[in-house]
């Protein structure tokens, strides 16, 4: 288990985080008009939040591990203190255009349909939710011998992963579109065609309906 300080030590230096991290922002700020409000869901240790302050967003975060937010604190001091950070409780009280939820936060989250009619209550009409997923097509994974273990679960049921000690589930993209109806429609998947399966993460983006 890592602190708030050594995960972000390695996510702001690890070469493959930070250009992932990068792709997942630049489209995140791309579907988002000027000075809309964003919820960072799952912000960790306020990476993302403070690029998008940094970019005019006013952005609320909600973290659920005293290690993260509390590094998040330090991070964005400055912001917080403008108001241009705002940290929320699991209520999530706030009313945004977009939500964001970057590096693997819904894989935390077996079952997404009561997470998703939350957001419907938070995020406004034609508003949008942008989620970076753990790939579960991902090819690069095809060295573990899990991952073979686990096709056929993926194939049938679209999903695997329970029960494993690190708490963490993999689904095929059906999963949270049928959790996110009729609160939300998933538009797009990306990277669609064979890039699915060259990439560790797939970027799902729900439209409020
Ligand atoms: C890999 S980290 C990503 C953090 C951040 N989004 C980033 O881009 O650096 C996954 C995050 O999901 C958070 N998380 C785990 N379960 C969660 C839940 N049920 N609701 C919201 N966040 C959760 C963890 O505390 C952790 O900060």
Redesign the pocket.
Known sequence: MHTGEQ?HEF?LTSRREVAL?DR?QQRALALSAPGADVL??????G??AKAYVAKGHRTYV????PS?RGHLELYCRDEIAAGEVVIVD?DLPCRVDAV??????FN??PDQTA?FARFSTVVRPGGLILA?VLNPYFLGDAKYSWWRKNLWNLVRHGRYGFATES?IHRFAPRLPARAAHPHFLLERVFPGGVGRLLEPYLFLLFRRT
């Open positions: 995960y996510f991290r997942f960072d869901f799952g912000a960790g240790t990476i993302d909600y973290e659920p591990s993260m699991a964001t939820a970057n590096f693997a936060v935390h989250i997470l970076s708490g």
